[in-house]
């Protein structure tokens, strides 16, 4: 029993990866590239009044508005980057899902390599000191001699 | 032998600096996720638009409507319930008669709005009808109420979205309309 449904468990979570929404606005595009752009575009877009969907995925008023806004662009042969530099224009930064790299997310983007960093240089300096004794000759051979002792002590 | 031992400590005081380092990234992300995401000041134009004033269905209005003074233009609709609680602070506003309140009035049907408008009363010197949003959405309203100030040149200086009160009046708009008054423009 278990077994079963850790075997439909697993399917499951398999299957959900390969749900995926597609776009069920009624629009007629020129041609199939226009379509695949405009798919990529309202994936890649945040709707401005949700926590966490893509304008695809919403069924808000905005979304949907901004998805023919979108559509329309496409049509009207404007480029990728220009129709995210439209849109960021209205909404802000916000609608991206990737944040553009620029001097105000400069630290957002590198803070996490520069801990990366800081932890291996971390690494390597503990095993560098792990390696030398911190002892002088005297004490080490203090040391030896207390261990010595308690090994007798032990037999 | 005790000057060895300071700079020993001294030195795994160092051990130390990727965790606070990771503990400060960490408290970054956390002020931002709570910050007050409601307001925004990206300066750009006001789009331009040639719609029906509300009012005055003879007499279109356009971008002109800002000329030459500081403007609000304050998103609502007769279907907003936020937008009533904001309503007595716009009148308000409108009796210290020191700014253009301009209404937009966003995805509303037009008797609607007038019959809220006889009823609750009037700030708006203008009121922009949008029926399809086809403004708001080049405006970028996100939705309602939402309020933005608007330069005598027709730059929009600054956005905030949700319910407009004295404080709140006080606190981002007051501000930047003394700049405006020395300035004249934000851009």
Redesign the interface.
């Known amino acids: 029993m278990n077994q079963l449904l850790k075997v439909v468990f697993l399917g499951l979570i398999l299957f959900s990866s390969s749900v995926c929404a597609e776009i069920v606005d009624v629009w007629q595009f020129n041609n199939e590239q226009d379509e695949a752009r405009a798919a990529e575009l309202v994936k890649m877009l945040r709707c401005?009044?949700c926590q966490n969907q893509n304008l695809l995925e919403s069924n808000s008023?905005?979304a949907k508005?901004?998805r023919e806004?979108i559509y329309r662009l496409v049509d009207d042969g404007k480029s990728n980057d220009e129709i995210i530099q439209i849109m960021t224009?209205?909404?802000?930064d916000?609608v991206l899902y990737k944040p553009q790299f620029n001097e105000k997310t400069v630290?957002l983007w590198l803070?996490p390599f520069?801990?990366l960093i800081?932890?291996f240089?971390?690494i390597i300096?503990?095993r560098r000191h792990k390696q030398q004794s911190?002892l002088t000759p005297d004490q080490q051979q203090l040391a030896q001699r207390l261990l010595e002792q308690q090994e007798h002590r032990n037999k | 032998m005790t000057k060895i031992k300071k700079t020993k400590i001294s030195q795994r005081g160092w051990l130390f600096v990727p965790l606070l380092l990771s503990l400060a990234f960490i408290g970054l992300l956390f002020y931002g996720l709570n910050s007050d995401k409601k307001q925004n000041e990206i300066i750009k134009p006001f789009p331009s638009f040639k719609a029906e004033n509300i009012f005055l269905s003879s007499q279109s209005i356009t971008k002109s409507v800002f000329d030459n003074n500081i403007n609000i233009v304050n998103v609502w609709a007769s279907w907003c319930g936020v937008c009533q609680k904001e309503h007595s602070f716009l009148l308000s506003l409108m009796e210290d008669n020191q700014i253009n309140i301009i209404g937009l009035n966003y995805r509303d049907k037009k008797e609607s709005a007038i019959k809220w408008i006889e009823q609750k009363g009037n700030p708006y010197k203008a009121i922009i009808f949008d029926p399809q949003g086809k403004l708001a959405i080049e405006l970028g309203v996100i939705g309602t109420p939402e309020t933005y100030l608007v330069d005598k040149l027709g730059f929009v200086c600054f956005r905030y979205s949700g319910e407009l009160d004295e404080a709140r009046w006080n606190k981002y708009f007051l501000p930047k309309i003394e700049i405006l008054k020395v300035n004249g423009s934000c851009n």
């Open positions: 401005p009044q008023i905005v508005e901004m806004d224009g209205r909404f802000g916000f630290f803070a520069v801990l800081s932890v240089i971390m300096y503990i911190s």
